[in-house]
């Protein structure tokens, strides 16, 4: 055993970002992930007389709790969705009743779950983890598949790891990992292309989709999507799919006028937020634009038309990047962040507004 004023807080921050992620690929939500991992280091606190570095590493000895809090918030919990998976395209421009936030697969900025001192090809593959689609497809895995195909297709654990960890065999581990990578096959997760900002050809492309946005120009926007492109607007179950949809729909609408894109961190993904002016000609946020990429064409247009819950975990256009809790101590009120998801819809517009994406 080791003495519990070795394993002190700063110790246990030095891994917050990693578990962050590996958390928010199990529930799907930023909110709920960093709840997660904040009770994994008050757990961990407070167990810390009980931690042997003989029967295995303090990296693994956390992911167990994490593991343990993430199974505990999903038991008995639905899963959630992106608004493709909900009903088929809209037929119409009413876009109905929001729904509550926990219905839906929640964006995350990179800061937050994507370690600063991973390598390029690295941080590349976890981009690509933490897609909205992937982290939609994962939602259709039960929680402890999930956790095995994250530790070991995301995370490169080996199975004997994984076993030790969930205290299983490593035969049990390898069995969930082929009926989890199964699901995934039959389920098909949407291609998109990791946000690469050293990719001159996704830069081209990106630049061209701001302009095209900011002048409004909806013919040149639509040249840029794919011929299936989707657009959807959570917490809206209204979508679309299709140059010529999404076109009839950009040109009946004319209040993304002015607005403008501003680049942010989220998903591994390229993202934006949309602002808009107000009566006083201040430009605002509108919502936070998720876009999937393949092939130099855009592929979905996934907006989030609740600012008012995503500005704490974003901070405000053009803000510095939001760091995560790295650093902070860890405190006995631990749980509970100030991005909440309870009631329906949360602070979102009611009224129908114009499709976003032009």
């Known amino acids: 055993m080791v003495d519990p004023v070795t394993v002190d807080s700063s110790r246990l921050e030095a891994f917050r970002v990693e578990l962050t992620g590996y958390c928010y690929r199990m529930l799907g939500s930023a909110a709920e992930a960093e709840d997660a ?8 606190w407070r167990s810390a007389a009980h931690y042997d570095p003989q029967r295995g590493s303090l990296r693994t000895w956390l992911y167990r709790i994490a593991t343990n809090v993430c199974l505990d918030l999903l038991r008995g919990v639905g899963r959630r969705f992106l608004a493709v998976d909900l009903a088929g395209p809209a037929t119409g421009p009413d876009l109905g009743v929001p729904l509550p936030a926990r219905t839906w697969v929640q964006p995350v900025p990179d ?64 069995s969930t990992l082929q009926r989890a ?70 040109l009946a609408a004319d209040a993304c006028a002015g607005a403008r894109l501003v680049p942010v961190r989220a998903n591994g993904s390229p993202a ?25 064409l855009v592929t979905g247009i996934t907006t989030y038309l609740d600012p008012e819950r995503l500005l704490p975990l974003f901070g405000p256009p053009g803000s510095p990047v939001r760091e995560s809790r790295v650093g902070s101590p860890v405190r006995e009120s631990g749980v509970g962040s100030p991005v909440r998801e309870s009631g329906a819809g949360s602070p979102v517009r009611h009224s129908p507004p114009a499709p976003a994406g032009g």
Do not use: K, N
């Open 37 to 44: 991992v904040q009770e994994t280091m008050l757990r961990a």
């Open 111 to 174: 800061a937050l779950v994507l370690p600063a001192e991973d390598g390029p090809e690295e941080t590349a593959v976890r981009r690509e983890s933490i897609r909205l689609a992937l982290v939609a497809a994962l939602q259709h895995l039960p929680p402890r598949q999930r956790a095995v195909l994250i530790l070991r297709d995301v995370l490169c654990w080996r199975s004997a790891e994984v076993a030790r960890l969930l205290d299983t065999t490593t035969a049990a581990v390898t």
């Open 181 to 250: 990578r199964a699901t995934l096959r039959t389920v098909g997760v949407r291609p998109g292309d990791p946000f690469r900002p050293g990719d001159p050809a996704q830069r081209d492309l990106l630049a061209r989709y701001c302009d095209a946005f900011a002048r409004h120009d909806v013919a040149a926007l639509v040249d840029l999507l794919h011929e299936e492109a989707t657009m959807s607007m959570p917490p809206f179950t209204w979508w679309l799919r299709g140059r010529d949809r999404i076109r009839a729909a950009l």
């Open 272 to 296: 934006f937020w949309q602002t808009r002016p107000g009566t006083d000609g201040v430009h605002g946020p509108f919502g936070l634009v998720v876009l999937d990429v393949v092939d130099g």
